[in-house]
């Protein structure tokens, strides 16, 4: 007994003398490229392409690509330049455009004497089908009813907005956000991914949709976010790797164009 005592006491002491503190010293280095995000549609505003630097060390805040050259050529030539509004922020805008369906548009991008390219054309949007909600149970609230919207890939973003009625007091946030993608894929990790908690709103709610078509690319990109994403925690989870990306050059991000539709909602008591 006194054997196996004294054992234990010398295993334990070396196991608390392995342990040793480590302090993390510096700054986190930068990666030496830039993170892509941007959106051209068929509504005519000037759209936006957000540049930013991401870091090696998890946690940190990306910093803004300030000082780029940016701009987007129509395949017929056409050349739209980009501007940094404001200054510093990595946000650049177009002079006011629309994006044409079935053209190809090219982003360009020179920062730091590095060049990036992407490229994507737009695909057909299907109508919007009829929106459905439903009442939760007895309650005074509702909640969207999501499924399928058409036979391409697509993804819906709701808006909804109950601030000018009496359910929303001072103290509330309200209004929310729901994206439902339609992918057309199948995927485990889909299927079977982590339950959320069903949003609900008000009487006289004001939902605004806005549905998407999308690209072959621009779908696998929005599959790899997922699995990252939204689709993590359940019994499929995939590897962990960087979303796949159009950009040039080792950039991370997508450059997407789309073509968009869109309606609004009052949510009234259904007969």
């Not at 549609?41 to 540049?51: D, G, M, S």
């Not at 990036?116 to 459905?132: G, M, N, T, Y």
């Not at 159009?246 to 450059?255: E, I, Y």
Request: proline fraction near 5%; aromatic fraction near 10%; hydrophobic fraction near 40%.
């Amino acid at each position: 007994m006194k054997a196996t005592a004294a054992i234990a006491l010398v295993i334990l002491a070396l196991s608390l003398s392995c342990e040793e503190r480590i302090e993390r010293t510096g700054m986190p280095q930068a990666i030496n490229t830039v993170v892509v995000e941007g959106l051209l549609t068929n509504e005519r505003t000037n759209h936006k392409i957000k540049l930013t630097i991401p870091y090696g060390t998890s946690g940190q805040k990306a910093l803004p690509a300030s000082g780029a050259f940016v701009s987007v050529i129509e395949d017929n030539g056409i050349a739209y330049p980009l501007q940094e509004v404001p200054p510093q922020s990595g946000e650049y805008y177009t002079p006011s455009m629309r994006a044409v369906f079935g053209r190809t548009y090219t982003l360009r991008i020179n920062y730091k004497g590095k060049e990036f390219f992407a490229q994507d054309r737009s695909e057909a949007v299907e109508p919007l089908r009829a929106i459905d909600y439903r009442k939760v149970d007895d309650s005074p609230r509702f909640s969207l009813s999501l499924g399928a919207n058409g036979q391409q890939s697509n993804y819906i973003d709701h808006s909804i907005s109950w601030k000018n009625t009496i359910a929303c007091t001072p103290s509330s946030v309200c209004e929310g956000r729901i994206i439902f993608y339609d992918l057309k894929t199948i995927d485990a990790n889909d299927i079977f991914k982590p339950g959320k908690a069903e949003f609900t709103f008000p009487l006289g709610s004001v939902i605004i949709r806005r549905k998407y078509g999308i690209s072959v690319a621009y779908k696998n990109f929005l599959r790899s976010v997922l699995s990252e994403t939204e689709w993590r925690g359940g019994v499929f989870d995939v590897e962990r790797a960087n979303t796949t990306s159009n950009v040039s050059g080792g950039a991370l991000g997508f450059f997407a164009v789309t073509s968009v539709v869109a309606d609004t909602t009052v949510v009234v008591n259904k007969p």
